[in-house]
């Protein structure tokens, strides 16, 4: 399906909807749950039977009549299918029909004419467009995305502006999100949450190794395609590790998801890196076997407060969804870790904890925290001067005698096996 050109322009309703446009507003309708096929269809049949008494009324009109819509409702699906009937022309694409619009663009489902296969095109809301940071922003988001390429990311295709509209194409891809399984209070089974979850990772390591941060890990961005993949969405907030200019710009903001923002990016931190990545995704694993968020709150403002908030407890989510095991459990609270220097280090220790699991094995990785005594040592650990409490000096003194412990008992049993093996071999 194609936009119609100016030529040959679709008929028109009473409302000034085109034919067209009026199939999309079905569709979204439909989409949206405001109405049942059923229902849409008897508004058009009677429709089409005053058409036939020369009697012309649009069908949010009839819909609203028929109280199966109500009129704030009706306004506002006007109002949005006016704004798809705005013509968006770029050369090489054949605009099909909206998708969804978010806090920085339109998305249209497109064709591209060259190679004849459908794309998504993002194109920057007209307000921001008047403004060069916002086109700044919009084009640099591009421009990461493109530095991407990885079966478990949406892929940049082109970039650019014509007649003062900056689009941005991308992989069309067909499929639902995380979001929309938990908005129908479903669970995820925990190896199926795995799996997904671990396809995520495998994306992060991909864009860890190329020196960025996605910074907006949630449920809505992660899409499970039609034939089973996984996709990492929407590069709106992503950046460049090593850019500090970017990172001084944005001091003291907190970017992200208030539900599923990591602690250094409610404080602002200018030094945000991988591990916030991993701590957000660790929000979203949780809720998608719990159904719940990790941190609740009456305000965005509480929830962040929580996630930094070293007195909030945390529930374990084997604790509440008991079919758990405590591996997914460790796991979890490791990605989940308050102080980052307790999370994986990265995408791929993660993914080996993983693929831990669904093995039916304990993480190898989770709750050891092998590097933990070694830091120590080379005094990387926050002391007094840094602001340290005498209670968190004296729970990280419990953690390191606790190590010390298990460090003297395995070097015991190493001795005792030393000395059976000598005796044998004396014995021979």
Known sequence: MATTTESNPPAK???????????????????????????????????????????????????????????????????????????????????????????????????????????????????LA?????????????????????NNVVNAIDAGDVNGLHYFVMEYVEGGTIKDVLDKNEVFEEKMAIRIVMA??????????????????????????????????????????????????????????????????????VDVDIRADIYSLGATLYHMVTGQVPYGGETAQEVMRKHVDKNTPFVPPDHLNTKLSSGLGVVVETMMAKNRENRYR??????????????????????????????LAEGDVEDTSRGISEAQLIEVAGYVNGKQSVIVALAAILALSVITNVVVLATR
């Not at 008047?130 to 990885?150: G, P, T, Y």
């Not at 080996?352 to 094995?361: A, F, I, R, S, T």
Request: proline residues 3%; aromatic residues 4%; charged residues 30%.
């Open 13 to 127: 309703d009473s409302k000034g909807l085109s034919s067209l446009n009026e199939f999309n507003l079905e569709k979204s309708i439909l989409r949206r749950g405001l109405a049942t096929a059923a229902e849409i269809d008897a508004c058009k049949a009677h429709k089409a039977k005053l058409a036939s008494k020369d009697e012309s009324k649009g069908l949010l009109e009839i819909m609203v009549e028929a109280r199966v819509l109500t009129k704030s409702q009706s306004m506002r699906l006007l109002k949005e299918a006016g704004e798809a009937n705005r013509r968006v022309e770029i050369p090489g694409y054949q605009v099909i029909e909206k998708l969804g619009k978010g806090s920085m663009g339109v998305v249209y489902k497109a064709r591209q004419t060259s190679v004849d296969r459908i794309v998504a095109v993002k194109i920057l809301l007209d307000a």
């Open 130 to 150: 008047q403004n060069k940071e916002f086109i700044k922003r919009f084009d640099r988001e591009a421009k990461i995305a493109a530095k991407l390429s990885h």
């Open 200 to 269: 995520v990772a495998e994306a992060l390591a991909h864009a860890h190794q190329r020196g960025l941060i996605h910074r907006d890990i949630k449920p809505e961005n992660v899409i499970l395609t039609k034939d089973g993949n996984v996709k990492l969405a929407d590069l709106g907030l992503a950046r460049l590790t090593a850019d500090e200019k970017w990172a001084m710009s944005e001091a003291g903001m907190a970017i992200g998801t208030p539900y599923y923002i990591s602690p250094e990016q409610v404080r602002g931190q």
């Open 346 to 375: 990265n995408p791929d220790d993660l993914i080996l904890d993983l693929k831990c699991l669904l093995q039916g094995e304990s993480p190898m990785i989770a709750g050891q925290k092998p590097d933990d005594l070694a830091t």
